[in-house]
Each structure stands twice: as structure tokens, then as C-alpha cells.
């Protein structure tokens, strides 16, 4: 099976290799951490780069966190029904950056680039960072020879409506996953802090909302997501669960 990562928004100070390394040491940390006995090398992972795309657009975040005070959240229209969070799983070592802003002029060329890393397979896990699980969302409603084992957002600021106005409508789950949706997100993230609980993602099957705690000083950043023994536990049992005979 192959494991597709998609990353976030910033990142144009990589390029795809040096991205997929930073991606994959922060994945093998929190491997170890749960005391995973999973052999990176044994895994198909694959890392579609996308950030000279936004150089190419120049496209960067519109907002930081100094500019987010109660008045201009409210300009954002948020769903501030969500503010109420599920228990928490705490992290031993506790990833923010500005909230994703998504243009969709990069979609063809990104489409692009999905087509050949999933030509060979049809059977994945995909795990998106940020603005990067508003392209999954995206993609997987285009993609019809997709078929996706599970499906892990972290970070996602799905739940703003500013974004679900980018979405391609009606907003649904994706027909192509044949598997669960699990979605992390962070109180501490306050960009991206909400559960995708309430409509339009109250689907069903439901998508599985965990709230976790991530890098005290930088909450949305992926370390902080992708070592979580939560996130690391979703991906693992996944591949498991791939494993046995349906």
C-alpha cells in the first residue's frame, strides 16, 4: 500500500527531496516514540511537491496570528459553535503558523503530479497537512480511479467557511474513500482548531474528530501533528488493518 503525504502551506524553502526528508524524520521520530517497530524502507511513501507551484503563483498566507483578535476572527465568519473541543490526548513533548489560504490555479498541474505517483496503485493512505487537506479534499473528488484505505487530515482548516467556499461543491464525503476519515486537530491551533463534526462534514459514516496537543510554541507546524502517538497509532493500525483479508 502506498502512503501518500501532502503537505501544507510555506514550504517553498525545500524542495521535494529535502521536504520528503523532513517529512519522513518527523514520521520515524514518532515511530519510535511509539515504540513502532516499522522499517521506513519497508513502507511506499511518496511526498507530491507542490511549493514552487505557490513561488511560481506567488502565492503566500494572507493572515498571521498577531492580526487573529476576536474582531477580525469574526470577519472570517467562524463557526464559533465548534469551540467546544473533545477530550484531549495529551503529548509528551508538545507545532503556528498563518491560516492556509487556497487558490485553486494550482490544481491542474498538482492533479498532474498525483496522476503519476498513484498511476500504479489504487490503494492508499493518504495523510494531509494544512492547506494540504484542502487539495486532498479537492483531488479526491476528481480523482475516479482513486481508492483511498484511510484518509488522515491534520492541521485542517476545512471547518472556516471562507475555505469550504473553495471547495468543490456540493461538499461531500469523497466517494473514493472506502475507509475511515480521521481528523487531528489542536485547541492550541487556534487557526485550525475545530472538529469536523458539524455541517456540511456531518457525514456518514462520521468523520473521526481527535483533539490533540501539539508544539506549545509553533501548535500547527507538522512536527507537532505527525509524531503524535495518536496520528502515528492511525497511520500504523491502517496498514494493519490492510493486511488482513477483507
Not at 23 to 41: D, P, R, S
Request: charged residues 15%; glycine residues 2%.
Amino acid at each position: 500500500m502506498k502512503i501518500i503525504f501532502i503537505h501544507g502551506m510555506n514550504q517553498q524553502n525545500y524542495d521535494e527531496k529535502t521536504l520528503k526528508q523532513h517529512w519522513l524524520n518527523v514520521f520515524k521520530t514518532g515511530l519510535n516514540h511509539a515504540e513502532q517497530n516499522i522499517e521506513l524502507e519497508s513502507l511506499d511513501i511518496k511526498l507530491p511537491f507542490y511549493g514552487d507551484l505557490l513561488t511560481k503563483h506567488q502565492l503566500n498566507n494572507s493572515l498571521d496570528l498577531n492580526t487573529l483578535l476576536p474582531k477580525s476572527l469574526l470577519q472570517l465568519h467562524l463557526p464559533f459553535h465548534l469551540w467546544h473541543n473533545t477530550s484531549i490526548v495529551e503529548e509528551h513533548s508538545p507545532c503556528i503558523t498563518p491560516l492556509p489560504c487556497f487558490n485553486p490555479e494550482q490544481s491542474e498541474s498538482l492533479t498532474q503530479r498525483l496522476s503519476v505517483i498513484t498511476a500504479l496503485t489504487k490503494d492508499h493512505i493518504i495523510v494531509a497537512h494544512s492547506l494540504g487537506t484542502v487539495i486532498a479534499y479537492n483531488l479526491l473528488h476528481q480523482f475516479a480511479h482513486f481508492r483511498v484505505h484511510r484518509f488522515i487530515t491534520l492541521g485542517s482548516p476545512l471547518a472556516f467557511k471562507v475555505i469550504q467556499e473553495k471547495l468543490t461543491l456540493p461538499i461531500s464525503r469523497p466517494p473514493q474513500l472506502h475507509g475511515d476519515w480521521f481528523n487531528f486537530y489542536s485547541p492550541d491551533d487556534f487557526l485550525t482548531a475545530f472538529p469536523l463534526s458539524e455541517a456540511p462534514f456531518n457525514f456518514e459514516p462520521p468523520i473521526i474528530n481527535q483533539a490533540i496537543t501539539t508544539l506549545v510554541d509553533k501548535p500547527h507546524q507538522i512536527t507537532g501533528y505527525l509524531e503524535h502517538p495518536a496520528v502515528i497509532q492511525s497511520i500504523v493500525d491502517a496498514l494493519k488493518l490492510k493486511k488482513q483479508p477483507l
